[in-house]
């Protein structure tokens, strides 16, 4: 970039900047765009308290504003606080996140603002009730016409998100890329991480995602406790945190699985964890694509996916699926089936060759900033 050229600066309004999925994909796009020419920083709901990226992303040379909610905020609070904030730090871009019909309102008050480029992003294909779930349509049907651009992480997210009739010039299907260096699989990384949690000579079953109803938990454990008296040296590795832990907790309690059951928390180091599990169980309610799942494929670690996972992230042989409505023993039949499938090798062709490259993702977001700045 030219001294003279100018700088896009693009603002992403979420939540927080914890451990989710969002904060990861906004993250690794941050790390592989060129901060001469875009510019990412982050407005956040949350209180000025630091999140689990939020020291990273500031190294990384991104500002962070707060709206400090509190909890008993009225909605119209809330929108005021998103108002004057966007009117204080004036971007070239807004970028909203989330599946909420709110994020449509949203989009409004930032064109209200004086924003004249407003980006909403859908990551999923549901809202967390269904009465948003019924309102939705007629918000897209008002304020349809509010966001200047339209993002999806997969084409059944866009299908659910966007307005109907909607344009291939202000529209994108944004693949959630990763690094696919970074999860080819290595044996050396697999021993340490087996070694480092007393995970030698286990069969391990693996889940990686927010501890909520959504990623059905309760399902899981059901699953995990008949693959328990199957095959005694399995465990479950539980990686994330959430609302639900403390109801999952009990539930693992109750069916007298503690010494079997292992709540992880959270980890920046995703790769060593897919390394060190021998399957992946991941069977949420709904996903806009299931990042995790293809994470796990490039780590070519097989994964059983529901039928709430969308088919666009089945993109190799390592990829199995069941409905949800199938009884909880074919699942653990299945998943046990794969303790004698462990042939572990580096191969990312398959999730490169869907388009799951975090750099084809990042190039792609540079060149929607650069034709929305441009216009």
């Not at 119209?76 to 019909?101: M, N, Q």
């Not at 991941?282 to 709430?308: M, N, R, Y």
Request: net charge positive; charged share 25%; with cysteine.
């Amino acid at each position: 970039m030219t001294k003279a050229s100018k700088q896009i600066r693009v603002l992403h309004v979420l939540g927080k900047l914890g451990s989710g999925g969002v904060e990861k994909l906004l993250v690794s796009l941050l790390e592989n765009i060129d901060r001469d020419i875009v510019c990412f920083d982050f407005l956040l709901a949350s209180k000025n308290i630091k999140g689990f990226y939020d020291d990273y992303v500031t190294e990384l040379g991104s500002k962070i504003y707060y709206m400090n909610f509190e909890e008993n905020d009225s909605k119209i609070t809330r929108k005021r606080r998103l108002y004057s904030a966007l009117k204080k730090y004036p971007y070239d871009i807004v970028h909203f996140h989330g599946t909420d019909p709110a994020i449509y309102l949203n989009a409004l008050i930032a064109r209200l603002a004086g924003v004249k480029n407003v980006i909403i992003h859908a990551h999923s294909i549901t809202s967390w009730s269904s009465f948003r779930i019924h309102i939705l349509p007629l918000i897209k049907s008002f304020f349809g016409w509010a966001p200047t651009y339209f993002l999806a992480c997969s084409p059944e997210a866009a299908e659910y998100m966007w307005p109907k009739n909607t344009k291939a010039s202000n529209s994108c299907v944004l693949l959630n890329g990763i690094d696919l260096n970074a999860y080819a699989f290595s044996q050396e990384k697999r021993k340490i991480f087996r070694k480092q949690n007393g995970l030698e000579n286990k069969f391990v079953i693996g889940h990686i995602g927010r501890l909520s109803k959504l990623k059905n938990h309760e399902f899981l454990i059901k699953v995990f406790s008949e693959i328990a008296k199957k095959i005694p040296n399995s465990v479950l590795l539980l990686i994330g945190e959430g609302e639900e832990k403390l109801y999952i907790q009990n539930m693992v309690s109750d069916l007298k699985l503690e010494e079997k059951v292992i709540f992880y928390g959270t980890t920046k180091d995703i790769p060593s964890a897919l390394m060190g599990m021998d399957v992946m169980c991941f069977p949420s309610l709904k996903e806009g694509v299931g990042i995790v799942a293809i994470e796990a494929q490039a780590a070519s670690l097989p994964v059983v996916a529901s039928d709430g996972v969308p088919d666009s992230a089945n993109v190799s042989k390592y990829f199995y699926k069941l409905n949800l409505s199938a009884p909880v023993n074919d699942w653990a039949d299945l998943i046990c089936s794969l303790s004698e499938k462990n042939e572990r090798i580096a191969d990312t062709k398959d999730v490169e060759e869907s388009g799951y490259d975090i750099k084809n993702s990042a190039k792609k977001i540079m060149e929607i900033y650069r034709s929305m700045s441009n216009s």
